[in-house]
């Protein structure tokens, strides 16, 4: 199986650089002559992208998101819902896992969380309690 590594020795370059062509990162400056180079060797040696074999054993990331609102004015707002469903929509797609919160700050959120996504507008000192908890 071809690696980034067996790649970036037959083009030349940093394993950085080959996985930031891969990945179709436009800030990367790279000639168009290095960027067709990496993509021609990584088709020529049969490169694919590693796919989790077992999805079940796959680490899946928790994010909390906060409203401001409670959840029965939320459904008279459409504002503030379609920001959540926005979010939450694209976490999915990440395959986070959403905890989701009304009008309350977890003081016990789970160590599992990686980070808060607050919605809505929150005090000074409700602010300096989301800090408090520690999480991006």
């Known amino acids: 199986?071809?690696?980034l590594t067996d790649i970036a020795n037959l083009a030349g370059v940093s394993i950085s650089t080959v996985s930031r062509v891969l990945?179709?990162?436009e800030t990367?400056?790279?000639?168009?002559d290095t960027r067709h180079r990496i993509l021609t060797i990584a088709d020529e040696i049969g490169y694919t992208k590693h796919k989790t074999i077992n999805n079940?054993?796959?680490e899946k990331y928790q994010v909390a998101i906060i409203q401001w609102v409670s959840e029965e004015h939320e459904l008279d707002d459409i504002y503030y819902y379609n920001i959540r469903l926005g979010i939450e929509k694209r976490a999915q797609e990440l395959d986070?896992?959403?905890l989701r919160y009304f009008?309350?700050?977890p003081f016990n959120l789970?160590?599992?969380v990686?980070?808060?996504i607050c919605i809505g507008k929150f005090s000074k000192s409700q602010i300096s309690d989301f800090e408090a908890l520690g999480k991006p």
């Open 1 to 3: 199986m071809a690696t």
């Open 114 to 116: 990686i980070g808060v």
């Open 28 to 32: 990367l400056s790279v000639t168009e």
């Open 23 to 25: 990945n179709k990162d």
């Open 110 to 112: 789970a160590e599992e």
């Open 96 to 98: 986070y896992e959403i």
């Open 103 to 105: 009008n309350d700050i």
């Open 56 to 58: 079940s054993k796959k």
